[in-house]
């Protein structure tokens, strides 16, 4: 079992920067793939950053490439997700989850194949 914590959210204008944290306990940090997933007040949530368990390989959607940068400190089971020259269309729950199956490596983006998340932070953007 693995429980995750999500910290940092808050509100900031555009342009503004954020640094979300989550923090795991439970079973070994060290070999879960850790994803950031963000859901906005009526879509479907979506896939914002992935980090393998060595930090060696990262994943980023689209949108953020460039602002945001995830990375990971396994002597403190946290995740990190530094967002920058934030937008308002960045608004939303941001939630972190965690897997160590090999289909999660392969497939970051997939928030169905997480099997441990977060209850979520809240990010709003004003402009």
């Known amino acids: 079992q693995v429980q995750l914590v999500e910290s940092g959210g808050g509100l900031v204008q555009a342009g503004g920067s954020l640094r979300l944290s989550c923090a795991t306990s439970?079973?070994?940090?060290?070999?879960?793939?850790m994803g950031w997933f963000r859901q906005a007040l009526g879509k479907e949530r979506e896939f914002v950053a992935a980090?393998?368990?060595?930090?060696?390989?990262?994943a980023y959607a689209d949108s953020v490439k460039g602002r945001f940068t995830i990375s990971r400190d396994n002597a403190k089971s946290t995740v990190y997700l530094q967002m920058s020259s934030l937008k308002p269309e960045d608004t939303a729950g941001y939630y972190c989850?965690?897997?160590?199956?090999?289909?999660?490596?392969?497939?970051?983006?997939?928030?169905?194949?997480?099997?441990?998340w977060g209850q979520g932070t809240q990010v709003t953007v004003s402009s």
């Open positions: 439970g079973r070994t940090f060290s070999r879960n793939v």
């Open positions: 989850a965690a897997d160590s199956r090999a289909f999660v490596y392969s497939n970051p983006e997939s928030s169905g194949g997480y099997s441990y």
């Open positions: 980090i393998s368990w060595s930090g060696n390989r990262k």
